[in-house]
């Protein structure tokens, strides 16, 4: 069974630091590894999706790699905005399907 | 291109009382998954419709359950409503099924069980 952990749980920053929040999983068997936020109370926006046969992903001031045969994603944030702050979830998907198993998320909270 | 809707956006429900929420996918996209997200459990997916058929299914008991019409919207129904129901309910949606595709999440429905 996919198991997925998230640290750290929570971290705050000020505003322009460049951080790397970290995801682990048990099983590297997965077809895609997908990062997203959350917003409190919100639904959750797809940040970026790393396919399994990729190493990273880019959009904007996100970076996303995946080493799947460690277990292991991370999402870079560079010069970190307070409009940053959110909840933010890696998940990847089983071979399965569609279904993705969520970690707990990290909380970011980034200060002006 | 319009993002995934649902509806409602709040609803208050009693015990043992029934509930069913709609989900309305992105245009073109025919694959919708749902899931429940809960403080203590956090998000858990409860099952994924695509072309009216569902194709995955997590480990939710069966007063759970949900179907997909010709026009890809989805509904989930919940029967016997516990107290432990009480969550926001996303359902997501992709162009096909497969886990190549990216993932849309909708606002969600919040569901209060008192």
């Known amino acids: 069974k996919q198991e997925v952990t998230q640290i750290p749980a929570a971290l705050s920053v000020p505003e322009g630091e460049n951080l790397v929040l970290n995801c682990s999983f048990t099983?590297?068997?997965?077809?895609?590894l997908q990062w997203f936020r959350q917003d409190p109370g919100k639904g959750l926006t797809s940040l970026l999706l790393i396919q399994s046969s990729q190493r990273e992903q880019t959009s904007g001031r996100l970076n996303a790699s995946l080493d799947k045969s460690s277990g292991r994603s991370t999402l870079y944030i560079a010069a970190s905005q307070p409009g940053d702050s959110a909840t933010y979830l890696c998940a990847p998907s089983n071979q399965a399907g569609t279904a993705l198993i969520f970690g707990k998320g990290t909380t970011l909270s980034v200060s002006s | 291109k319009a993002g995934v809707t649902q509806t409602p956006r709040y609803l208050i429900k009693t015990r043992g009382q029934q509930v069913t929420l709609s989900c309305s996918p992105i245009?073109?996209?025919?694959?919708v998954s749902w899931y429940q997200q809960t403080p203590g459990q956090g998000l858990q997916f409860l099952f994924e419709?695509?072309?009216?058929?569902?194709?995955n299914k997590g480990n939710f008991p069966g007063r759970f359950s949900g179907r997909q019409f010709s026009n890809s919207r989805s509904e989930m129904n919940v029967s016997t409503l516990e107290l432990g129901d009480s969550a926001l309910y996303l359902c997501a949606s992709s162009p096909r099924q497969g886990s190549s595709y990216e993932q849309y999440f909708g606002p969600g429905t919040r569901l209060t069980v008192t």
């Open positions: 099983d590297s068997a997965i077809y895609n």
């Open positions: 245009s073109g996209h025919r694959s």
């Open positions: 419709y695509f072309s009216e058929t569902q194709r």
